[in-house]
């Protein structure tokens, strides 16, 4: 096992760093280094603190966390996470050693990313989280960037860093620790709304992803914003044909398409109940009521 690895006076380490290309630093979060290590009985980091976010698994052995104040103990699946600027110090039991993989990564939503699996500032250890599939996949991302002249491009590298968290945040461990789980289902809805209203979404199928029952929503969704789900998506499509009907050279046919109806008639009809014209009326009244000024 440590015939990749280089041992110094504490550890045998195998590490593999990354310079991030702009293509990943335009994104949110990309990866610094990966590796994995095998603590001698003398293994003791810190205290100290680090630039970036550093995710680190417990393989085997057993050893002891300390960030804010915190005292973790580690054992074998175990996760725990030292945060930029934060002082940090671990080590290993000498009877059990410590063995860890770990990856460090930086960006402006990598602390998001870290929620995601139920790690913050406040709560950076988790037990039981490892599962030998995300074991297997941070091994096989090791080896698949150990030789760039093989192959490995800034976006492969970036699928699988992203891969991997989703691979962790799916766990049985870790699935209802995600954001999604904790926002509240009727801004679920509302959300779902505001981008897939010209999808044909129907209310069904709102108060499914929200999670509960169509009639609860509806009744709900109006107590919260003064209008039933059907008529907040009617009012989404016709402000959404407005702004087409005068800021683009769009067709009627073609704005009616953009905002989900199936022919000019039934969005004419519905454009001039909710709006009070006919959309050609309204586009022309706007016209030439911004020529005037």
Request: charged content about 25%.
């Amino acid at each position: 096992m440590t015939e990749s690895m280089k041992e110094d006076h504490h550890e045998f380490l195998d590490i593999i760093f990354f310079t991030p290309s702009e293509f990943e630093k335009a994104g949110g979060a990309w990866p610094i280094r990966i590796g994995r290590n095998i603590a001698k009985t003398n293994y003791h980091i810190g205290p100290r603190t680090t630039p970036y976010h550093y995710l680190l698994f417990v393989l085997e052995g057993e050893g002891t966390f300390i960030q804010n104040g915190q005292r973790h103990a580690l054992r074998a699946r175990d996760a725990f996470c030292l945060f930029p600027h934060v002082t940090h110090e671990y080590w290993t039991d000498p009877e059990d050693t410590l063995q860890k993989i770990f990856i460090a990564f930086d960006g402006a939503h990598a602390a998001e990313l870290l929620s995601r699996i139920g790690l913050t500032p406040d709560s950076p250890y988790r037990s039981g989280v490892l599962t030998p599939e995300t074991a297997s996949a941070m091994r096989s991302f090791m080896e698949d960037v150990r030789k760039p002249q093989d192959g490995a491009s800034d976006l492969g590298r970036l699928t699988r860093f992203l891969s991997l968290f989703d691979r962790i945040a799916r766990s049985p461990a870790t699935k209802g620790l995600q954001p999604d789980s904790a926002t509240p289902w009727l801004q679920k809805g509302k959300e779902y709304m505001d981008i897939h209203f010209a999808g044909g979404i129907s209310v069904e199928g709102v108060s499914a992803h929200a999670g509960v029952d169509r009639t609860h929503f509806a009744k709900q969704f109006r107590k919260a914003y003064g209008l039933s789900p059907v008529q907040y998506i009617q009012q989404l499509k016709m402000t959404q044909a407005k702004r087409l009907l005068v800021q683009t050279p769009l067709s009627l046919t073609e704005v009616a398409h953009s905002v989900g109806y199936p022919d000019l008639f039934s969005f004419s009809k519905a454009f001039k109940k909710q709006v009070g014209l006919p959309p050609n009326r309204y586009r022309t009244a706007e016209n030439d009521s911004y020529k005037i000024k």
